[in-house]
């Protein structure tokens, strides 16, 4: 019979996680999952519910192996929830972040894709990435990703607010610091360079959706 240490388990194995990854996206030790998985100790209120929520199920699931009929269906396994921010938000982003650094209600997209925990979603906004990206368009950005040349990023200089643009290398400066440019796909606005502001990239884009009707 499975047990809740079974099911801890599997979760986490499932999702190509260590103890030690488990363990730290909810606060614990890897000594402590360890022990809940051998079902020498059992994780209780709030570990338990920040675990529930890591892993995609609910309290009931991981406690008793089945769902309340009440309940919303978890996440099928392997399913990534991605949090859907917004561009200031995107602007403190790090690889370290996820959904519980966020404050009030957060809507959820789910991705197959092997992306990492910290990926978040933005709705485009704005023309400057038209006419492949329009305002509307859902995107996935992974923070754990370094761009190559071609591929799309979420960036930000000392604004508050991330800017989505095309990453295009230019080398590098007298001192080794590589220099890249911020291109938008829309000829009306304007190339923005490293060499001339301070840029941070946050993450690269991993998967673009659109709705065929609005």
């Not at 979760?11 to 020498?40: F, P």
């Not at 709705?123 to 950005?141: A, R, T």
Request: glycine share 10%; aromatic share 8%; proline share 4%.
């Amino acid at each position: 019979m499975s047990s809740l240490g079974n099911r801890i388990r599997a979760l986490r194995q499932e999702r190509k996680l260590t103890q030690g990854q488990l363990g730290k996206a909810i606060g614990v030790s890897d000594v402590t999952v360890g022990y809940w998985e051998r079902d020498l100790n059992v994780p209780g209120g709030k570990s338990l519910s920040k675990l529930s929520e890591f892993l995609g199920v609910s309290d009931t699931y991981l406690l008793y192996g089945k769902e309340d009929e009440s309940n919303i269906a978890p996440a099928p396994l392997g399913v990534l929830k991605v949090p859907v921010i917004s561009y200031v938000q995107a602007g403190a982003w790090s690889a370290e972040s996820d959904a519980r650094n966020l404050e009030g209600n957060i809507d959820y997209v789910l991705s197959t894709g092997n992306f990492s925990q910290g990926t978040f979603a933005l709705k485009i906004k704005g023309k400057s990435m038209e006419p492949e990206f329009v305002e509307g368009d859902l995107i996935l950005i992974d923070p754990e990703l370094r761009p190559n040349p071609g591929d799309y990023v979420v960036a930000k200089n000392g604004e508050d607010e991330a800017t989505f643009k095309k990453y295009r290398a230019r080398g590098n400066d007298d001192q080794g610091n590589e220099i890249f440019e911020l291109v938008p796909l829309n000829d009306d606005y304007a190339v923005r360079s490293s060499a001339k502001e301070r840029f941070h990239i946050i993450g690269v884009l991993v998967e673009h959706r659109r709705l065929m009707r609005r």
